[in-house]
């Protein structure tokens, strides 16, 4: 990110002084041609011609009866004149040189943290949905990467110093390039519920363990995006008509909910916690666990090995090995939960 700044501000710089570079020139024409009218009778047309021959090396020779005066006049314009083009010239060589080192040290810097990526994430399609998945993702601070395959959705992702992949999701390298047979999760975002449908199918052929989450336009495109391999298919359309009509019967539960689910905000967070092997959860229950005293956390669910799931476990819920725990509370409270019981 102090890369781009860096460069941003040396490219403003530059642009900068190729415009004064390029105002100094016109001056030079400008204030030499009114020179030859006023202080030696010529034209306008004159002087600029005559200006205009010479600095661009032409030179059809002196204009007729030219005086010494003129010479030394014209001697004094060749000067400042062609330091005016040299530096305007220099400026723009060193915009076009340090765009294309820029944009080359861009890419090196992204190729190198894709190719350091391990359990990320993937997201398809960058339009109004996925450009809202990457903020979210962002601001919780995980590691992914977006595909798409529009020029002006990558240059929105640098500046918000996103990487991004240029390239069709429906391709096969492009999924390898983003690192598929190494990341944990993909996302398919795009626009088209057929493009979702062959990415998943895509995608679940590079990545047997990958977790696949695809949105569906449309009702019946969910099992076959089912069947083509995604774990969870989402309707936006039903979501949203359910949390507004929500929020017309409950308001304050809804209100609740997002203050819950705005990362934005950093108030409340629920995080998920797997019971592995090697925790020092397993075998123990929630009021062995005391987390509700100690910790400040609520236990809200809980997913047992076999997919069940479990709302408001009792306080006498034994956890066991490939459960997975539901938890609502502070991101304090969830770090100091973690350096116990990672």
Same mark, same amino acid.
């Given at each position: 990110? !102090?890369?781009?700044?860096?460069?941003?501000?040396? *490219?403003?710089?530059?642009?900068l002084?190729?415009?004064?570079?390029c105002?100094?020139?016109?001056?030079?024409?400008?204030?030499?041609?009114? $020179?030859?009218?006023f202080?030696? $009778?010529?034209?306008?047309?004159?002087?600029?011609?005559?200006?205009?021959?010479?600095?661009?090396t032409i030179?059809?020779?002196?204009?007729?009866?030219?005086?010494? $005066? =003129?010479?030394?006049?014209?001697?004094f314009?060749?000067?400042?004149?062609?330091?005016?083009? +040299?530096?305007?010239?220099?400026?723009?060589?060193?915009l076009l040189?340090?765009?294309?080192?820029?944009?080359?040290?861009? /890419?090196?810097?992204?190729?190198? /943290?894709?190719?350091q990526?391990?359990?990320?994430i993937?997201?398809?399609?960058?339009?109004r949905?996925?450009?809202?998945i990457a903020d979210n993702?962002?601001?919780?601070?995980?590691q992914? %990467?977006?595909?798409?395959? !529009?020029? =002006?959705?990558i240059?929105?992702?640098?500046?918000? *110093?996103?990487?991004?992949?240029?390239?069709?999701?429906? *391709?096969d390298?492009?999924l &390898?390039?983003?690192?598929?047979?190494? !990341?944990?999760?993909?996302?398919c975002a795009?626009?088209s #519920?057929?493009?979702?449908?062959? &990415?998943?199918?895509?995608?679940?052929?590079?990545?047997?363990?990958?977790?696949?989450?695809?949105?569906?336009?449309d009702?019946?495109?969910?099992?076959?995006?089912y069947q083509?391999? +995604?774990n969870?298919?989402?309707?936006?359309?039903?979501?949203?008509?359910?949390? &507004?009509?929500?929020?017309?019967?409950k308001?304050? %539960?809804?209100?609740?909910?997002?203050? %819950?689910? +705005?990362?934005? /905000?950093?108030?409340?967070?629920?995080? =998920?916690?797997?019971?592995?092997a090697?925790?020092?959860?397993?075998?123990?229950?929630?009021?062995?666990?005391?987390?509700?005293?100690?910790y400040?956390?609520? %236990?809200?669910?809980? /997913?047992?090995? #076999?997919?069940?799931?479990?709302?408001?476990?009792?306080?006498?819920?034994r956890?066991?090995? $490939?459960?997975?725990?539901?938890?609502?509370?502070?991101?304090e409270?969830? =770090?100091?939960?973690?350096? #116990?019981?990672?």
């Amino acid at each position: 990110m !102090a890369l781009r700044l860096f460069r941003e501000e040396t *490219n403003h710089a530059a642009r900068l002084q190729l415009k004064i570079g390029c105002l100094l020139l016109v001056s030079v024409f400008l204030v030499g041609a009114s $020179g030859f009218k006023f202080i030696f $009778g010529r034209t306008f047309f004159e002087g600029f011609y005559f200006l205009l021959i010479t600095l661009t090396t032409i030179g059809y020779g002196e204009l007729p009866n030219f005086s010494e $005066g =003129e010479r030394l006049y014209t001697t004094f314009l060749i000067i400042i004149g062609y330091s005016a083009m +040299a530096f305007a010239a220099t400026m723009a060589l060193r915009l076009l040189v340090e765009g294309e080192m820029g944009r080359a040290m861009e /890419q090196r810097r992204m190729n190198r /943290q894709l190719t350091q990526m391990q359990s990320h994430i993937i997201v398809c399609g960058y339009g109004r949905m996925g450009e809202e998945i990457a903020d979210n993702l962002r601001l919780a601070k995980k590691q992914f %990467v977006v595909v798409d395959n !529009a020029d =002006e959705a990558i240059h929105r992702m640098e500046g918000k *110093n996103i990487v991004g992949i240029l390239g069709d999701a429906t *391709n096969d390298d492009v999924l &390898i390039k983003a690192g598929i047979e190494r !990341a944990k999760t993909l996302i398919c975002a795009a626009t088209s #519920d057929a493009d979702n449908v062959f &990415i998943t199918i895509s995608a679940r052929q590079l990545n047997k363990n990958l977790y696949i989450i695809s949105r569906a336009l449309d009702d019946s495109v969910s099992a076959k995006l089912y069947q083509a391999g +995604a774990n969870k298919v989402i309707l936006p359309y039903k979501i949203g008509g359910r949390t &507004i009509s929500n929020a017309a019967i409950k308001p304050a %539960v809804v209100e609740f909910m997002e203050t %819950v689910s +705005a990362l934005d /905000q950093l108030q409340i967070f629920i995080e =998920e916690f797997p019971v592995s092997a090697t925790s020092s959860m397993a075998g123990k229950t929630i009021y062995e666990l005391n987390l509700n005293k100690q910790y400040n956390i609520i %236990v809200v669910g809980m /997913q047992r090995s #076999d997919g069940k799931m479990i709302f408001n476990p009792r306080s006498d819920s034994r956890f066991e090995v $490939g459960d997975l725990l539901i938890c609502m509370g502070t991101e304090e409270s969830f =770090e100091k939960f973690l350096r #116990d019981f990672a």
